[in-house]
Nanobody
């Protein structure tokens, strides 16, 4: 399993970013996909998840109405559209999936929101 995130960067408060996670090594369309983030000095937290077909999504309360998770099962890619970014959204963002009894993470992509 390989998960490769991209799309992070530096953005001003109120701005937008779109993260991507390219997946390989497993049947992508059959598994839930998740986005997590880890802020400096804090534990990794769940941000959003999406069902295999994309019909069901869940979000952390802190990002509801601002972030949108989506997936393209033809491209084996999951996305996280982040709008109205806040300083507290700063952190390393990871995509992840649970496959064959273990959890897999990508290397993460840094998102920094400035005032």
């Amino acid at each position: 399993v390989q998960l490769v995130e991209s799309g992070g960067g530096l953005v001003q408060s109120g701005g937008s970013l779109r993260l991507s996670c390219a997946a390989s090594g497993f049947t992508f369309s059959a598994y839930d996909m998740n986005w997590y983030r880890q802020a400096p000095g804090k534990e990794r937290e769940s941000v959003a998840s999406i069902s295999p077909g994309g019909g069901s999504t869940n979000y952390a309360d802190s990002v509801k109405g601002r972030f949108t998770i989506s997936r393209d099962n033809y491209k084996n890619t999951v996305y996280l559209q982040m709008n109205s970014l806040k300083i507290e959204d700063t952190g390393v963002y990871y995509c992840g999936t649970y496959w064959k009894k273990r959890y897999y993470w990508g290397q993460g992509t840094q998102v920094t929101v400035s005032s």
